[in-house]
């Protein structure tokens, strides 16, 4: 698109939000090139920040018109370069529609606007009630970018993912349309819109009222972090843990350079010479907590384990947590550069891609540090470089890939909880067939025909709606009249 037609389109919005929330200034759009992942950086055309859903709407519609390629934004904290803008496009940021519109505990739901961080929910619903997704970028993260994402967290492992909160979205349709799907009720008839909606990582419109599912905060937590000299057997100790049938609240490990790095930024007491560290929460009723707690202090010990520390008090829990939560952004304390990474392996594959990790580290001459969500086989492996240095970025860049083919071929996935975004849309075709990515790809186009919305993101590569790449040949369904190409 031309510079006047966007400058046109700029001045839409003016009329739509006034002029002081829409930016053209390069130094000022600058803030908005890239997510959490700064490899990806592109100056968007436009950026805007509407206030009210009529406001996004207005918005959505002037691009559907001008035929303007347009990527949503709420905090930008994203890991796979799901919000990077688009060249000569519109960048709609939603951290404005900040409301909590509705705090309704007799029935555990609370309705909230997209840029709500997740942190606010907690904080709006009181001690009693819990919301449990809880990603450790929770401070500034946003409710409208968790449903995107379908973000996870420490505590996913018991009580699962954003997209198992998520009652019901007010959406802005491409063409601008809002209409509502799902509510506060469970288990509405018709198709699953809002499950098709949670993960779709900005690509089928915009959420601008949410309905979360709550529910009653569990009545007391036990927090311990036990040490061991090596990866493996804290890898052991989770196994046994998980098949005596307990359920914690979380199970979270780190290894010898993520403690060290942590421990340098948060002074939370890990010894620095531990192997690996695991962090085993239990929660529900004081009784069984304190049996389950017993149990498992007690399969850390048959484990091999040379030290537990047990949190006391509140403080001690949250300062437990506090390294736990810091460890992506404590890799700046032992590496100028670091790449995260995010898959998924069975939790029984934990020990064998933990070795294939160390053995890829040696052939490329990088450290990598390990922080993950053992409970549910989610890695976190943060590739460590020097971007100064000629050649170390793109050593990490391929490191960090064979990473992830390392966990699909131990039947794995390419992502447990960051997204594909731009990062990881290479390795699609390796976790998919050609004709699950078809049916992806019918779904994305049957909510927006013209591909504006966060285009090439997710699918490997980009495509009109209904083109197959390739000589044409029948999909199975089409085959069997189920479904028909358009
Ligand atoms: C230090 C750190 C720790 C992290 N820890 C975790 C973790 O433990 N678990 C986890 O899951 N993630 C984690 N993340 C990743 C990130 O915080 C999450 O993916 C988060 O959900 C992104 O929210 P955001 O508001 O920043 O979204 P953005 O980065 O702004 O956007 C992410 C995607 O959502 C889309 N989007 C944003 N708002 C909307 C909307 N209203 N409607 C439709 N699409 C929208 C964007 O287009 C984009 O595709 C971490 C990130 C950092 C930097």
Redesign the pocket.
């Known amino acids: 698109m031309g510079g006047k037609d966007l400058r046109a389109l700029a001045e839409r919005f003016a009329q739509i939000c006034g002029p002081h929330r829409v930016l053209t200034d390069r130094d000022r759009l600058a803030t908005y090139r890239s ?2 992942l700064l490899h990806f950086q592109v100056m968007p055309g436009v950026a805007v920040l509407p206030e009210t859903t009529a406001e996004v709407a207005a918005v959505v519609a002037a691009c559907h018109d001008a035929g303007v390629p347009w ?10 370069g ?2 990077v803008p688009v060249e000569d496009g519109v960048l709609i ?3 404005r ?1 900040r409301r909590i519109l509705d705090v309704d505990t007799a029935n555990l739901r609370v309705v909230v606007e ?2 709500v ?2 942190v606010q929910v907690s904080q709006a619903i009181g001690p009693g009630y819990y919301y449990p ?6 401070i ?15 505590h ?1 492992f018991k009580y699962g ?2 997209t198992n909160y998520v009652m019901g979205l007010e ?1 802005v349709l491409p063409d601008g349309e809002v209409v509502t799907v799902g509510g506060k009720e469970c288990d509405l008839p018709g198709y699953d819109l809002v499950g098709a ?1 949670v993960g ?9 009222k ?1 309905v979360l599912r709550l529910i009653p905060a569990p009545e007391h937590r036990e927090t311990l972090v036990a040490y061991f000299n090596d990866m493996e057997h804290a890898g052991h100790a989770v196994s046994d843990v998980v098949a005596s049938g307990i359920l914690p609240g979380a199970i979270e490990m780190m290894d010898n350079l993520a403690i060290r790095a942590t421990e340098e930024a948060t002074h939370a007491g890990y010894p620095l010479d531990a192997g690996a560290a695991l962090i085993i929460e239990v929660d529900g009723p004081v009784s069984e907590c304190k049996a389950t707690f017993d149990e498992v202090v007690e399969i850390c010990k048959r484990n091999g384990c040379t030290g537990v520390r047990v949190a006391e008090d509140e403080h001690q829990r949250q300062l437990i947590w506090k390294a736990r ?5 404590a890799m700046g304390r032992i590496s100028p550069n670091y790449y ?1 990474q ?1 898959s998924v392996i069975p939790r029984t594959g934990l020990a064998e891609v933990l070795n294939r990790i160390e053995q890829l580290s040696r052939e490329h001459r990088l450290r990598v540090a390990n922080v993950f ?1 053992a409970g549910d086989g989610n890695l ?1 492996p943060l590739v460590l470089y020097d971007h100064s240095v000629e050649g170390e970025a793109e050593r990490a860049e391929k490191l960090a890939g064979e990473i992830v083919l390392a966990c699909v071929h131990a039947g794995g996935s390419i992502t ?4 594909v ?1 731009l990062d990881k849309k290479a390795y699609m075709a390796d976790m998919f067939a050609e004709e699950d990515l078809d049916c992806f790809q019918k779904l994305r186009c049957s909510f927006d025909p013209e591909q504006l919305v ?1 285009p090439g ?1 997710v699918m490997p590569t980009p495509r009109l709606c209904g083109e197959v790449p390739g000589p044409y040949r029948q999909h199975p369904l089409e085959r069997a009249g189920v479904a028909e190409r358009f």
Do not use: W, Y
């Open positions: 997510d959490g990527v949503a934004r709420g905090s930008g904290t994203g890991l796979s799901g919000a940021v939603l951290s529609m997209p840029g961080t997740n997704p809880d990603p450790s970028s929770q500034v993260c946003s409710i409208g970018g968790n449903v995107a994402e379908n973000s996870g967290g420490a996913c993912f954003t959406l909606f779709s990582e900005g690509t089928l419109g915009i959420a601008t949410i939560k810091a460890a992506f952004a995260v995010d969500h976190h447990g909880e960051h997204g975004g966060n993101k």
